[in-house]
């Protein structure tokens, strides 16, 4: 069975770091390019970065770029968002996803296949 599990999320205050994960299971990374999305309660899901599958291509929201960085472990299956300077406002509920055209980035959330469950993220003072 495939599947996507998130992790690191988590309460942060202003400023601080988190580093979320994107294991997967059940399925090889290596031709999936992968993103990273996040929902804030009353909002549309939104794109905040996404890596092609040899790590060759990445994007990012305007609004995350300079404080968040994705990157890719393949021998570990495994995909990481780390989070700086974090603000209020990148509250919400963090999710990856994967999709087979492995060098294409894509940031709108119907062109992935697999889902994760989601991680809470939470800047707050």
């Known amino acids: 069975q495939l599947q996507l599990v998130e992790s690191g999320g988590g309460l942060v205050q202003p400023g601080g770091s988190l580093r979320l994960s994107c294991a997967a299971s059940?399925?090889?990374?290596?031709?999936?390019?992968i993103g990273w999305f996040r929902q804030a309660p009353g909002k549309e899901r939104e794109g905040v970065s996404c890596?092609?599958?040899?790590?060759?291509?990445?994007d990012y929201a305007d609004s995350v770029k300079g404080r968040f960085t994705i990157s890719r472990d393949n021998a570990k299956n495994t995909v990481y968002l780390q989070m700086n300077s974090l603000k209020p406002e990148d509250t919400a509920v963090y999710y990856c996803?994967?999709?087979?055209?492995?060098?294409?980035?894509?940031?709108?959330?119907?062109?992935?296949?697999?889902w994760g469950q989601g991680t809470q993220v939470t800047v707050s003072s």
């Open positions: 059940g399925f090889i990374l290596d031709d999936y390019a």
């Open positions: 890596i092609s599958a040899t790590g060759g291509t990445t």
């Open positions: 996803a994967a999709h087979g055209l492995g060098y294409v980035c894509y940031d709108v959330p119907h062109e992935y296949d697999y």
